[in-house]
DNA sequence: CATGAATGAGGTTTCATTCAT
DNA sequence: AATGAATGAAACCTCATTCAT
């Protein structure tokens, strides 16, 4: 399965350096990038990214600001970087969930469960990820992350639909289709209700009930 | 049934600096009101939300920047106001779609391809009002028009299970991932591609193909 | 007794008028004009300086803001004019107080109780005329007062010097210093204090001391 | 003596954006704020109030109208910061004459003539502690200053009472009224007369009368 | 006389980014 | 490699005043 490289924008921006590229030098840059990016994520889930100001990322990274423009061009990419650090774990125990499974079926409702639980149960990084208001040149990632998302679950589907499980359908339009469902799903529950605990029964509920839309909108035999 | 009144946004602030309240004077006011949102709106529409700051709305309106806040209290409720000017057409069109349809199969079609018809006919405020990053004040007032749409869609929804048209089902929830679902389909047209224009052909095989998604995820019977 | 002229403060700007002058005119024309200052005076007193822009002022004299600058040049006419309304009531009180008394020392001790007593009986429209920050404009006028006091200390001062109840001594000086006093020994209960109700015991004891104060400086024999 | 903490205005605000406070930095810091309170002071000295702007006063100080904010919370801060700057001073130089003087007649001597010399030689700073209009931000600090003078004065009272110089009284009260007169006797020549220089014959004139009056009004027994 | 919508200058404040040390 | 003080461009918003009606 071919991914957008997410990855790539942590990398920042190439690192002119007067030192020489040693290993050692370069641990510990990708430490410090590493420990930048954290704190930004770290911020972005504890208050949102109105918060995540050059000054405050450095302060929680324990850096100065002027040092953090040595690993992020600027701070759409440290922001975009703090993005895809989270994103990036989310999508890939979706990834995992959906090649895990043996069936089409398996993979719909592993692909819910794992979409669902994982936001309930931290569910203000779900809503830094999904609803909150994000500077346009973050934005752009979230929609990104979005097609990446489509992607894995198109890639599954074509899979179901070659296997005969499921109908011949665009899996692209209906991958893009279930990303956008399970995201519209939990805008009541996750941002509109302000609450950042739920039960057990209520994920399970919510999850019950997302398997069958799911199932159904693919086309799975019940 | 009962909407959230965005109406209301659009009233701007308690007019306290209008002394006396004549039908004539009431007139001027709501014209020279709907004539800066309609700036506004135009502005956001071609150019996004970061062009849209109070001088340049104010100098498309043809008026002074101070005028603004005749008629709205800041510039947020400016900006929600003219979100809320042309989300309130889309959700309009798509309210009436649904009510007229006599079987809830003939109103998930009219949704889908109402939804889908006019977001393709003008991408780019589609664009604006589905995609783009906004402020995090006008971010809200895209979320409360999703909630919108999906009680619009929940209560049609209702009314299909009642008369045993399709399954069981909580509508509310089947509503919200409806509305997410529409919004996902469209990304890639209207805002990955850079496209403004398309084919009637591709707007048909779109519509076709989300249609057949949303009988199934709802249940009608093939 | 000769007082700065603080009524044509009162008198606004010359009227050019596409009217004959007729006495209906112009009573008319006091009566608005009048009506103007009273709603001026009656804001700051009610809620200080900040509180009386001209909008809020006309909406109070119930007339538009335009109308405002027949009668007034300009804002600061206007403030100037509320403030000579309010500050007049009090100095022409004092004025009487030190012309009843038969003695220069019962007309000290008139001066005190009158002045502290008003005061107190009118905290926030003492704390308006004493303490509050005042425009630049408006505060012309205020020492104006504080002069229009003097002078009128003075002038009874002096008939008591002439009159051998009182050493010889510079009677311009002894005024200010004395007018100033009482404003200063009112800073505390009127506006550090925040309290604007007073009882007759407290107004009683600050009389009686000022009393003691003011006859000492100014040598009334014991 | 106990006298309000008005330094700490000084301290501008917690300077959260200092990451590490060695000796260097707090020194640094310190220099620019106070060359930037001095820069405020002077435009104040000068024109009054209304023209230190954060802009000028920036270009005056030499640097950047956001340094300031570095430095103090914002323009209200600073400009308190600079009253207090300068009042400070004078408020030092009266409490050191009311110490060092042995008896309570000497002191109050000492108050007077260090008040008003100290006036006289700089008139243009006195006009503006004294009696130029402030913004409301600004007569706070105005008051407050009232305030420490009032009680710098009553503590030096009272040791005289104590030590049975002047007769029993409410040394809050004569204070605060002696500190008015100060002001008050100071207006005509400083602020009425327009003038900026006065002669030390003047002085010395001005001095004794008010030398005078003071005595009296304490108790000072001739 | 009276209205009140409209003007528009100008101030404060924020924060990403740089660069001398 | 690291610092953090300094920059400076923009944006929002207020309100005294005017003028067409």
Redesign the interface.
């Given at each position: 399965m071919r991914l957008l490289n997410h990855d790539s924008i942590l990398a920042g921006k190439e690192r002119s350096t007067l030192y020489r590229s040693t290993p050692r030098t370069r641990q510990n840059a990708a430490d410090r990038a590493a420990s930048i990016a954290e704190a930004a994520r770290a911020l972005l889930t504890e208050s949102g990214f109105?918060s995540a100001t050059v000054?405050s990322v450095a302060?929680r990274a324990g850096c100065?600001p002027g040092l953090l423009y040595t690993y992020f061009p600027d701070r759409a990419a440290l922001l975009r970087g703090a993005f895809a650090h989270a994103a990036g774990h989310e999508l890939a125990a979706v990834t995992r969930a959906l090649e895990e499974a043996e069936t089409v079926a398996e993979a719909a409702s592993g692909l819910v469960s794992t979409f669902i639980s994982r936001a309930l149960a931290g569910a203000r990084l779900a809503d830094a990820l999904l609803?909150?208001?994000?500077?346009?040149?973050?934005?752009t990632e979230r929609?990104s992350f979005?097609?990446s998302y489509?992607a894995a679950i198109a890639a599954r589907l074509q899979a179901g639909v070659d296997a005969g499980e499921i109908p011949e359908?665009?899996t692209?339009?209906?991958a893009?289709?279930?990303?956008?469902?399970?995201?519209?799903?939990l805008?009541?529950p996750i941002?509109?209700s302000g609450r950042s605990e739920f039960s057990e029964a209520e994920a399970a509920a919510?999850i019950a009930?997302?398997t069958?839309?799911t199932h159904?909108?693919?086309?799975v035999s019940p």
């Open positions: 109105a000054k302060a100065s609803f909150e208001a994000l500077p346009a040149d973050v934005e929609l979005r097609t489509a359908q665009d692209g339009l209906t893009r289709a279930l990303s956008g469902a399970l995201s519209g799903c805008q009541e941002h509109d919510l009930d997302m069958v839309f159904r909108a693919i086309g």
